[in-house]
Every structure is written in C-alpha cells, then in structure tokens.
C-alpha cells in the first residue's frame, strides 16, 4: 500500500479507506458475504466530487464555452476510457482485491472496474484529507493534460462525417482487419475508407475504440486544417 500512495501522492491517514476503494464486490461477497464492504459506496461519492470538480476547472479553464459544450467535455472528461487510462497509469489494477471468479476472467485489466476504482479512491481520499486533497489528486491525474485528452476522445467518427459529408460522391467505411488476444483483454484494428481508398487505420481494446482511433488518423490526415 506504500508503493501506491507514493504513486498517487496522498498517504492516508486511515490506511482502510484505501483498502475499502481496492476491494471489489466479488471479494466482500466471497470473504465476508457482505457487499457493502466493497468500493461501490466510495464510488457513488467519489463520482459526485469528480463531476463536480470536473465543471469547476471547465468553467474557468474555457470562459468562452456554453453550457452545452461544458458539459460535453466533462463527460469525455469523467468517461470511463478516461478513468481507465489514469488507473493504468498508476497500475491500480495490481491492488485491487477481487474474488476468485472475477481474477479468473482478467477483473484486473477490465476499464470498468478500473475506472470505477479512480472514483472510489478520490472519495477515500476526501473522507480521509478533506476536499482540498481530493482535488489535487483529480487535477494531478484525471484532469492533467486536459485539451489533449478531450481530443482524443473526441467522437472522430462523427467530426469525420461531417467533414466527408461537404464532399460530394463520397462515402465512409469501416472494415475490421484483425481480432487478437484473450477474451478479456483483445485488440482490434480497423481500417476506414472514404469510397474505396483507405485513409485510416486505428487499434483500439474494442471495435468501437479502434473505430474512433481510425476516424482520428484519417481526419488528421485528410483535414490538418480543419480540427
């Protein structure tokens, strides 16, 4: 737990609150047959601090935005494969407590589990060292580099419509080129052709993702000027 407090930067006064936001329902269930002993109920408030703190830096961060856009950005903000990726750079996935079933089927990589742990630790966080604490650790981890990270969970498919759409006779496409890995952990890579010609490819931890990634690399390259 040391190692992991140095990582995130916060040394917990109350050493169970950490080991609270670590454990995941499948192990209060198998050990002590008692699910709230989980993170979900940390999650539940942790996810309320992190919206909140979320549209707090939005607002100030962005003055000439509307509402609309505001709250647009703070859910690519607060999504899951934004929360996953701030897990993987800190290796939560090693920590976490699972039952044996959820350890068997890869619990330890799976973005949901390790997204929903980012917002229980900022609740462990915030009932352990106050608000103050929860937010240097939101904006060090979850907010940093924030411009670059909304542009890469921008909906690129979507901006790369609109723009293919001004052209006339032109149509897009999305082809699955590969599949591999385990169940629990594949890689997908898909190509996109705008009417026959490949302008795009992209990998990703699901169909989708790789989709989006491919949509990104293709509007950059057709249109640098325009995003």
């Not at 542009?151 to 080129?177: F, G, I, P």
Request: net charge negative; aromatic share 8%; charged share 25%.
């Amino acid at each position: 737990m040391h190692e992991l407090q140095t990582a995130i930067g916060y040394y917990f006064q109350n050493p169970a609150l950490l080991e609270q936001a670590l454990t995941h329902t499948s192990y209060a269930n198998e050990v002590w047959q008692d699910g709230l002993r989980s993170y979900e109920r940390l999650e539940f408030l942790g996810d309320s601090i992190l919206g909140f703190t979320a549209a707090d830096y939005l607002l100030a961060t962005f003055p000439e935005l509307h509402e609309g856009d505001l709250s647009k950005l703070r859910a690519e903000l607060v999504c899951e494969t934004s929360l996953a990726k701030t897990a993987e750079t800190l290796g939560l996935g090693r920590y976490l407590r699972l039952g044996k079933g959820e350890e068997a089927c890869g619990g330890r990589e799976k973005p949901s589990i390790i997204a929903d742990v980012v917002e229980s630790i900022i609740a462990a966080i915030y009932l352990d060292g106050g608000l103050a604490a929860a937010q240097k650790f939101i904006y060090g981890f979850v907010l940093v580099d924030t411009k670059q990270r909304i542009r890469m969970n921008a909906d690129w498919k979507t901006k790369l419509q609109e723009l293919v759409q001004r052209e006339k006779n032109q149509s897009l496409v999305y082809e699955l080129v590969s599949e591999s890995g385990p169940d629990h952990n594949k890689q997908f890579t898909v190509r996109v052709l705008r009417s026959g010609a490949e302008v795009g490819v992209g990998v990703g931890t699901s169909k989708k993702r790789a989709e989006q990634a491919a949509a990104r690399e293709a509007a950059e390259r057709l249109y640098p000027d325009e995003i």
